[in-house]
């Protein structure tokens, strides 16, 4: 079945490294997207990751990917105030159209 | 700004109204998408259109009703809705054949339903 989970709440320092995780079950998934939310807004996609590639970096981003596990993790280094939302990681569902299969979502607070 | 708009970002209706939500895209996508975000539940993909023809409808109740006139807008028809239909309901595109596909979002519109 289709099933992608997170943590739902990550508590850091301002200028500590977070690390978000997910685990997702299609071993099928081509793409695994990180999206962010901030407080009364859509959706922004961050980054994206195909499943040939095990790390991928931009900017203070790192995404890691471990196909076998089937763990994919969103890095962010030097946290920031601004980077206090929600996190969604999402892979690539069956069918010919692009279904994204949204996990929970993980809340990042960051603190002084 | 992603190139998706929505409007109106905030709605109050009542049990026995009908009302639309508008979307669109800027961005010359070929494929759209509503999803429904509660609080109780992780994002809901609701319908998906490609090239303008519905190629999924995830066993929405017929109280939502899409309507996609041409490949930059987006309409979701409401009627008869209940309480437990408050929800931001989110506008997505993405251009079909790239190899990403990655979705852009709109901003969503903040429904509550009385």
């Known amino acids: 079945g289709e099933d992608v989970e997170q943590s739902l709440f990550l508590s850091v320092r301002e200028g500590d490294s977070s690390v978000i995780n997910c685990t997702y079950t299609?071993?099928?998934?081509?793409?695994l997207y990180w999206y962010k939310q901030e407080p009364g807004a859509g959706l922004q996609l961050l980054t994206y990751i195909f499943s040939n590639m095990d790390m991928k970096q931009d900017q203070r981003l790192t995404v890691l990917l471990n196909k076998k596990d089937k763990h994919l993790s969103l890095r962010i280094a030097d946290t920031q105030t601004g980077d206090s939302a929600i996190y969604f990681c999402?892979?690539?569902?069956?069918?010919?159209?692009?279904?994204?299969?949204f996990g929970a979502g993980t809340r990042l607070a960051v603190h002084p | 700004e992603t190139g998706v708009t929505q409007t109106p970002r905030h709605l109050v209706m009542g049990m026995t109204n009908k009302k639309s939500l508008k979307c669109e895209q800027h961005?010359?996508?070929?494929?759209m998408y509503w999803y429904k975000q509660s609080a109780k539940k992780p994002l809901e993909l609701m319908f998906v259109y490609s090239l303008e023809e519905r190629v999924e409808n995830n066993s929405v109740p017929s109280r939502f009703s899409p309507e996609c006139p041409n490949s930059s807008h987006l309409f979701l028809h409401l009627h008869t809705l209940q309480p437990e239909d408050s929800a931001l309901y989110l506008c997505a595109s993405s251009q079909e054949g790239t190899s990403s596909n990655e979705q852009f979002f709109g901003p969503g519109t903040r429904l509550t339903v009385l």
């Open positions: 299609d071993s099928s998934s081509t793409y």
């Open positions: 961005l010359g996508h070929n494929a």
């Open positions: 999402a892979e690539r569902g069956p069918g010919g159209y692009n279904k994204l299969i």
